[in-house]
């Protein structure tokens, strides 16, 4: 669902409604949505059961809560459940009892299929004061990088190779 795009029932005087949505196979991809199913001033809010395979959340709101009666329940059932810190999942009330939230989907660690960068870092020459003594430089050690010569980068071979660069150590006047 797009940014701004909801799917609700909002009933201010009665119960929330509920809302079942199943894509199995498929994913659900919440970006800056909502699905809710609300309740206003006398009823409990309402229930969402949703099913998919991937489920994920950016910004995004699920929300069965109630003003006066008791929240909802929410149920997830997929095979993955990723949401963003900014993303909500609640069944809460302003003054009954609070609902339930249910996800059932395995454990995943993203951090165990993040890996760090495989590139070395750049390597930057020693600096030795002496030589600019040497030279009669009275303006002390400048280190500077020549800028970005651009080479073809191979068929399959990663980015981070796309241009070479050269350092040179400056010894002279003051800027």
Known sequence: ??????????????????????????????DGAAIQASAGALGNGGDLRLET???VLENAS?????????????????????PDLFSRISADSNTGNAGTVNIEAPDIDLNAVISGQSTTPLMVPALDLSL??????E??????????RPLEPLPGAPLSR??????????????
Request: with cysteine.
């Open 1 to 30: 669902m797009a940014a701004g795009s909801r799917l609700s029932t909002d009933a201010r005087l009665a119960q929330g409604g509920d809302i079942f949505v199943q894509t199995l196979g498929s994913e659900i991809f919440l």
């Open 53 to 55: 395979t991937f489920f």
């Open 62 to 82: 699920i929300l069965a809560e109630a003003d006066a009666g008791n929240g909802g329940k929410v149920d997830i059932f997929a095979d993955a459940v990723v």
């Open 132 to 137: 600019c003594a040497a030279a009669g430089g």
């Open 139 to 148: 303006g002390g050690l400048r280190l500077q990088r020549a800028p970005l």
């Open 162 to 175: 796309a241009g070479a660069s050269e350092w040179t150590v400056n010894c002279g006047a003051k800027r």
